[in-house]
């Protein structure tokens, strides 16, 4: 590992190491409930850049106050009156820092709450795992501000939930919440506490597998979605000759077979 993530270089992410490699990283722009300007996605690009280089292990991805995320940061969208050339690398640079979250092969838990909005949604479909809290609420309203997605909803959030529920979202503005939320797909997981507390217990679960394991997961995975069939199973075969002849894995392996290793149980 070669890059050093330095926390002082960035002014809207606020990023905290914790042990076993897990870094939480906060949208830290409260006061406008964590929306994303030009600036934010700059350092989400940076960020998700290092992060595979520099030895993390897992991302924990939270927003600073009371929201997620709102979305795009539409004052600054007003201020800036874009062309549609400069709108279009906009949302480019987007897509960019997306798709090194999704592809970056570091799993990234998106703890959520409050808001979770537009732009918001697109940051938080492209983590790995999701986990709402019982204040998250989740909503495409760029049909009502006379918008449309440039962040990779289309893409990510109708994988999640389907064409039908993703063209709903957008032109009716609906909102959705609660276990309906959850039974969707917007979230694997919903809790009556902290969505912080269960994504850093679960950073620490995937930490403690061996990386390119990880790598596998949340990657390759991402990628066999793109392809044909015939291509995915081809490149699944690839992997798993690579990731399950791996030297760090004898040893597990070795766990198993002498049954030393925790076996899986249902949960109680």
């Not at 002082?8 to 409930?33: C, H, M, W």
């Not at 732009?119 to 006379?146: I, K, N």
């Not at 069939?229 to 894995?249: K, W």
Request: negative net charge; charged residues 20%.
């Amino acid at each position: 590992m070669t890059a050093q993530i330095d926390p002082a270089r960035f002014a809207n992410l606020a990023i905290e190491a914790r042990d076993q490699g897990i870094q939480i990283v906060t949208l830290n722009r409260p006061s406008k409930r964590n929306a994303l300007d030009a600036a934010t996605i700059a350092e989400l690009v940076e960020y998700f850049s290092l992060a595979p280089r520099a030895g993390v292990r897992a991302v924990v991805l939270a927003g600073a106050g009371d929201h997620f995320c709102a979305g795009l940061d539409l004052v600054e969208h007003h201020e800036a009156d874009r062309s549609p050339a400069e709108f279009m690398h906009l949302c480019l640079r987007w897509h960019e820092a997306f798709n090194k979250m999704e592809y970056g092969g570091v799993p990234v838990i998106a703890a959520l709450k409050g808001a979770v909005v537009g732009g918001g949604l697109e940051l938080a479909s492209a983590a790995h795992l999701r986990v709402m809290d019982q204040s998250t609420y989740f909503a495409l309203p760029e049909g009502q501000r006379g918008l449309f997605t440039g962040g990779g909803a289309t893409i990510r959030v109708t994988d999640l939930i389907g064409k039908a529920r993703m063209i709903d979202m957008m032109m009716t503005g609906r909102v959705y919440q609660g276990e309906e939320a959850a039974d969707l797909g917007l979230a694997q997981y919903i809790v009556d506490g902290s969505s912080l507390d269960r994504a850093i217990d679960l950073a620490h679960r995937a930490a403690q597998n061996l990386p390119l394991t990880n790598f596998a997961i949340c990657s390759g995975i991402s990628h066999m979605q793109n392809m044909s069939a015939l291509d995915a199973a081809y490149a699944e075969a690839v992997l798993a000759g690579i990731v399950n002849t791996q030297p760090e894995a004898r040893a597990r392996l070795a766990a198993f077979a002498d049954k030393s290793a925790a076996r899986v149980r249902p949960n109680t």
